[in-house]
């Protein structure tokens, strides 16, 4: 018999005029698609260990919904697989954590932890997947929060009988990004996290005093990319770390740095 699993979830919109006029049609829809690609995107990454950037790419796996309930902004979802993911458990708790944790780090909180022994496993041996995952997801999500935007109102995304985590205008500052600085400046600190594969991961900044995703340019110069790994290395053992990097930062709406675009590094 063929594998079928499924796990409930729950969008409300609250807030504004939505108890007294309903939701906008066109910025509600506008919304609840975002979310929908949102969700395809996390829902992926979570059955297929891989990050990709089209919603419909989504195989072995569904979500749909029911018809809203009446007198309320409330859509019923059912996230439906059909075989078992790549190295994930197929667990109602894995998967809500794994969307909490997605989805948290792609709103704003870097450090997201997780509940979940999967998750927390995830996130020690390759941290870096979700920082591309929440890249991924940011188109999606600045449509998701058109609602948010425009008529005041926040939505919360829920399993039974609990909420994983909720929208409003401090997610939508971070999702909303402003148009990249095309100048390159030097920043100092160290690498905390690598992906080998990637060679993406995270660093902490000295100017910025806490740890940013570091993505390399199309242009990085591949001929210093061993520092990284060196910088890594003595991170672990608190030995000489420090590299100077080139680059540009990401930044969020309310100009907090979402990420540093790397076009080079070397030894500080």
């Given at each position: 018999?063929?594998?079928?699993?499924?796990?409930?979830?729950?969008?409300?919109?609250?807030?504004?005029?939505?108890?007294?006029?309903?939701?906008?049609?066109?910025d509600g829809s506008a919304s609840f698609h975002g979310f929908a690609r949102a969700l395809q995107l996390t829902t992926h990454a979570f059955l297929n260990d891989e990050t990709v950037m089209r919603a419909t790419a989504l195989?072995?796996?569904?979500?749909?919904f029911s018809a809203p309930r009446q007198g309320s902004v409330l859509f019923d979802l059912?996230?439906?697989?059909?075989?078992?993911?790549?190295?994930?458990?197929?667990n109602a708790d894995t998967y809500y954590d794994f969307t909490r944790v997605a989805l948290e780090r792609a709103t704003g909180n870097l450090q997201a932890t997780a509940n979940s022994n999967f998750v927390q496993q995830k996130l020690a041996a390759d941290e870096p997947f979700f920082d591309e995952l929440s890249e991924k997801l940011e188109g999606s999500l600045?449509?998701?929060?058109?609602s948010i935007d425009n008529e005041g109102v926040f939505v919360s995304l829920e399993r039974p009988?609990?909420?994983?985590?909720?929208?409003?205008?401090k997610t939508s500052s971070w999702v909303n990004t402003r148009d990249e600085n095309p100048t390159t400046i030097e920043f100092v600190g160290n690498m905390t996290r690598l992906n080998t594969r990637t060679g993406n991961g995270r660093a902490y900044i000295n100017s910025l005093k806490k740890i940013v995703p570091i993505k390399k340019s199309e242009?990085?110069?591949?001929?210093?990319?061993?520092?990284?790994?060196?910088?890594?290395?003595g991170d672990n053992l608190s030995t000489d770390k420090d590299l100077i990097f080139t680059g540009r930062k990401i930044e969020s709406a309310s100009g907090e740095t979402k990420r540093i675009i790397i076009d080079d590094c070397k030894k500080k």
């Open positions: 018999m063929d594998l079928e699993q499924s796990f409930a979830l729950k969008l409300r919109f609250k807030g504004g005029n939505v108890d007294e006029a309903g939701l906008d049609l066109y195989k072995g796996a569904n979500l749909s059912k996230a439906l697989f059909k075989r078992k993911p790549k190295s994930a458990p197929l600045q449509q998701a929060h058109r009988r609990s909420t994983l985590l909720v929208f409003d205008q242009n990085f110069n591949t001929g210093n990319k061993g520092w990284l790994t060196w910088s890594l290395h």
